[in-house]
């Protein structure tokens, strides 16, 4: 059972438009839910996280947005740049006394110039 | 440079030949982890440590082994390597402060198993 969901394979955006990355999570412990970028050939890197007692988070042209009730988060970038086509991760993390990471299954983002 | 370091990039290997995938951080990350990538099903943990000699299951460990004998080495090792376990495989490291940490990345290993 898939706890952290990315329900669109794909996403395929105008230069300069919105993008709108989407996430569905399932377990209300998580404390932190972070967005991972991956290039091809490249590991992951951390983009932007947003706590669990809040509801939105902005860093430049990213802000991720978070409505507990309805267990959903989204990744907002704006202006679009075709620097961003890339895998985009949802990560969901809490505290195990470690703490615990679970990914999505990644939305590729493609944008067109 | 901070940086998490696998070797090697890509391997192709046959059933049962063991096989180890060597992963090393410089930052004194306390946090190491292991992770698969496989299509629809993103990143799935296979082993993490959290300090020296304490390593621990993450979600799919069967048919991998891991030490912590340093804390920057953490290395994967597949005893008997089967097609099933062809795949995307990235380690991680990360100060062991709670949830809120990033993880830092490695470039990853393509192993193909035949």
């Known amino acids: 059972d898939q706890q952290v969901k990315q329900n669109s394979p794909s996403l395929s955006v105008q230069e300069g438009r919105i993008s709108i990355l989407n996430c569905d999570y399932t377990n209300s412990m998580f404390d932190y839910f972070l967005w991972y970028k991956k290039y091809p050939a490249e590991g992951p890197t951390f983009l932007i996280s947003i706590s669990s007692i809040k509801d939105k988070n902005e860093d430049g042209r990213f802000t991720v947005f978070l409505n507990k009730s309805a267990k959903h988060l989204s990744l907002h970038i704006v202006p679009s740049q075709p620097g961003d086509s890339a895998v985009y991760f949802c990560?969901?993390?809490?505290?195990?006394?470690?703490?615990?990471?679970?990914f999505g299954a990644g939305t590729r983002l493609f944008v067109k110039a | 440079e901070a940086q998490v370091t696998q070797n090697p990039r890509y391997l192709i290997t046959v059933t049962g030949k063991k096989l180890t995938v060597t992963c090393s951080q410089n930052?004194?990350?306390?946090?190491m982890s292991w992770y698969r990538q496989d299509p629809g099903l993103g990143l799935r943990q296979i082993y993490y440590?959290?300090?020296?000699?304490?390593?621990d299951k993450g979600d799919v460990p069967e048919g991998y082994k891991v030490s912590r004998k340093e804390k920057r080495n953490f290395p994967l090792i597949l005893e008997s390597p089967s097609p099933n376990q062809t795949s995307l495989y990235f380690c991680?490291?990360?100060?062991?402060?709670?949830?809120?940490?990033?993880?830092?990345f490695g470039s990853g290993t393509q192993l193909s198993v035949l």
């Open positions: 990560a969901a993390s809490y505290d195990t006394g470690g703490f615990k990471t679970i």
């Open positions: 991680a490291s990360s100060p062991l402060r709670g949830p809120s940490e990033k993880l830092f």
């Open positions: 930052m004194n990350h306390e946090y």
């Open positions: 440590s959290m300090n020296v000699e304490v390593t």
